[in-house]
Structure formats: C-alpha cells, structure tokens
C-alpha cells in the first residue's frame, strides 16, 4: 500500500476484499484517505465486504464532488471540460460502490441522485436501483433496446450489465443479434455479468461470430460464468479461439469449475510482455488445482512489474485458503 503506484494500491485494495481477511481492515482504514481517490474507493469496497462501515463517510463525500455552478449560458472552457469528464467518473465508480451497501439510506441517496446534473451520475444511481428492485429504472435501460440508433442500444446494454442480475438476461436476448457489432460485443459481456445458464445459448452463437470483438466477449463472458452448463462450449471455445488469450479466457473458465487444464500456455504467458496477458495467466494459475501452478505462481513474484506481482501473490494466498486442511498420518493420533 506504499507503492508510487496507484494501479498497485487500488488492485491492493481491492485483494483484501477478496481474500476476506478482517486482519486487512486497519490497512484499508488508513487507505480511505489515500492521495487517489479511486484507492478510497476500492478501499471502501473492500471494507463492505468485510462488515466494516467506516467506509459510508468516504464514499458520501466522493459522491457529493461538484463542480463550480457556471452562469447561465456560459459554456466550460477546455480545461473545466476535462476536470468535469474525470468528476463523473470518480462519482460513478463511488456510487457503484455505495448502491453495494443495499441499505435504505443507501437507496434514498441514489433516488436523490436520479435529480442530478450530470447524465452518467443519473445512469449510476438507476442502475444501483435497477439492482435493489426497482422496476421503473430497469425499464428505462431495457426499453431503450429498441431504440434505432446503435449509440443509445450500446449504452443501454451497458448499462444493464451493469445491473449484473439476472433480471437482465431476458432483456438482453434482443441484442445478441445486433446489426451492430459493438452492441453484439457488449451484449456478450453483459450476459457474462449474470449467473442465468439461459443465456449460455446465446453466448455460444457469439463465438461463432464474424466479429473478433464479439467472439473473444463470448468466451470471457462464459469463463466469468463458469456454470456447468458452459463446460462443452468452453471446451470448444478452446479448440476454436485462434489468439492466446481466448484460450487463456477458457483455459480459466474450465480451471474454475475444476476441470483439469493443461498449464503450458499459462506457463509461457506470464513471461508475455503483454500485461493483460500475464494477469489472465495468473487467473488460470490460481484457478488451477495442481500443485504445477502454485509452482508457476511462486516463479511470478519476481516478475518485474508490481501489479503482476500482487495479483500473484494474492492468487497463492487464496489457493492457500482454498486448500483442504492435510490428512492425519497414518498410524498417527486421532
């Protein structure tokens, strides 16, 4: 958490959570004032799902952020344009974070910042009530499907992967089929969000897909489910997928469910120069039930950049977590 590196505090960040160990939650305290505000954030994250509520205070305050009121009919210059641009999505991300918490406080907030000026922070706060129930803020995004214009559709699909539940999958069957391409795509990785085995049919067509972009979303959408469902048409996204990281997407996928895969290509990927590459890699290792990968995974920590590093070191420790308890020696006491 003392790295120069703000990428490497947030990923940080947010492995505590994720490794659920209530030892973290003086170090994610002291990260709720942290010089990012993105690692305030994955902080608090991380501290809700700890049970900690010291996070509220933060996010409240990041989410309050506005800029200065302009006089009517005076437009922002170019820099006000770009600090306004990057507020939003701080805000964004915060009130993700806060609709988590699914209180009523947490609820009357977002219907208060459903009047916002900011379009994005109006979306955000749907969206968190798109996923504590509200029916009038999921049918705002899923009737804009039908909408002619792609930009709008592809918003709207966004939006509703967002919502991540499976109230969205129905909805999405419309676009799976797009005439457009980024909407298809989209589409797939929207579906990915939910954990509805209905739309693995869907995700199966979109493998196939003339678009590259639309098949390589199909097979991480499928990896992310990892339902049993899925475990034929990952083994045949596999044969198919004509680049590393698809394979590495589906080579996760099956890991997950407990299929044994062969760890070559995860092997050679972490010495990638790519860095997206590596990270995925490391998701298979850790995925991975042999002791292979554990031994791969302790090679990583000397990799030279830091993020690989942490998300490698994280990885052992869930493993580690994971692991059953050893069996008695034989002939040993009870």
């Given at each position: 958490?003392?790295?120069?590196?703000p990428?490497?505090?947030i990923?940080?960040s947010?492995?505590?959570g994720?490794?659920?160990?209530?030892?973290?939650?003086?170090?994610?305290k002291t990260?709720?004032?942290?010089t990012?505000r993105?690692?305030?954030?994955?902080a608090?994250?991380?501290l809700?799902?700890?049970?900690?509520?010291?996070?509220q205070?933060?996010?409240?305050?990041?989410?309050?952020?506005?800029?200065?009121?302009?006089?009517?009919?005076?437009?922002?210059?170019?820099?006000?344009?770009?600090?306004?641009?990057?507020?939003?999505?701080?805000r964004?991300?915060?009130i993700?974070v806060y609709?988590?918490a699914?209180?009523?406080?947490?609820?009357?907030?977002l219907?208060?910042?459903?009047?916002?000026?900011?379009?994005?922070?109006?979306?955000?706060a749907r969206?968190?009530?798109?996923?504590?129930?509200?029916?009038?803020?999921?049918d705002?995004?899923?009737?804009?499907?039908?909408?002619?214009?792609?930009a709008?559709?592809?918003?709207?699909?966004?939006r509703?992967?967002?919502?991540?539940?499976?109230?969205v999958s129905?909805?999405?069957q419309?676009?799976?089929?797009?005439?457009?391409?980024?909407?298809?795509?989209?589409?797939?990785?929207?579906?990915g969000?939910?954990?509805?085995?209905?739309?693995?049919p869907y995700?199966s067509?979109?493998?196939?897909?003339?678009?590259?972009?639309?098949?390589?979303?199909?097979?991480?959408?499928?990896?992310?489910?990892?339902?049993?469902?899925?475990?034929?048409h990952?083994?045949?996204?596999?044969e198919?997928?004509?680049t590393?990281?698809q394979?590495?997407?589906?080579?996760?996928?099956?890991?997950?469910?407990g299929e044994?895969?062969?760890l070559?290509?995860a092997?050679?990927?972490?010495?990638?120069?790519?860095?997206?590459?590596?990270?995925?890699?490391?998701?298979?290792?850790e995925?991975?039930e042999?002791?292979?990968a554990?031994?791969?995974?302790?090679l990583?920590?000397?990799?030279s950049?830091s993020?690989?590093?942490?998300?490698?070191?994280?990885?052992?420790?869930?493993?580690?977590?994971r692991?059953?308890?050893?069996?008695?020696?034989?002939?040993?006491?009870?």
């Open positions: 958490m003392e790295s120069p590196d990428e490497l505090r990923m940080t947010q492995q505590w994720e490794l659920a160990n209530p030892g973290a939650i003086p170090t994610l990260a709720l004032v942290d990012n993105y690692v305030r954030i994955a608090a994250e991380s809700q799902r700890l049970g900690d509520s010291s996070w205070t933060t996010l409240e305050a990041i989410v309050a952020e506005r800029g200065p009121e302009l006089k009517p009919g005076k437009r922002p210059g170019p820099a006000e344009e770009l600090k306004s641009i990057a507020r939003s999505k701080l964004v991300a915060a993700r609709a988590l699914k209180t009523p406080e947490a609820e009357a907030k219907r208060e910042l459903r009047d916002d000026p900011d379009a994005a922070v109006r979306d955000a969206v968190g009530l798109a996923r504590l129930g509200s029916q009038e803020d999921f705002k995004f899923a009737g804009a499907l039908d909408s002619q214009d792609p709008e559709r592809l918003t709207a699909v966004r509703l992967g967002d919502i991540g539940s499976n109230i129905q909805a999405l419309k676009t799976a089929k797009d005439p457009d391409a980024q909407v298809r795509a989209a589409t797939m990785s929207a579906m969000a939910t954990d509805d085995p209905t739309v693995i995700l067509q979109g493998i196939d897909d003339k678009d590259p972009f639309v098949r390589s979303n199909a097979v991480e959408a499928l990896s992310r489910l990892a339902l049993p469902q899925s475990k034929t990952l083994k045949l996204a596999y198919k997928a004509p590393a990281i394979k590495l997407l589906a080579e996760r996928g099956l890991a997950k469910m044994k895969v062969e070559a290509l092997g050679r990927s972490v010495a990638q120069k790519d860095l997206d590459t590596r990270l995925i890699a490391v998701e298979v290792l995925a991975a042999s002791a292979e554990m031994d791969i995974l302790q990583v920590l000397d990799d950049n993020r690989v590093k942490a998300r490698a070191a994280a990885a052992i420790l869930k493993r580690l977590k692991a059953p308890p050893p069996a008695p020696a034989k002939g040993g006491k009870k």
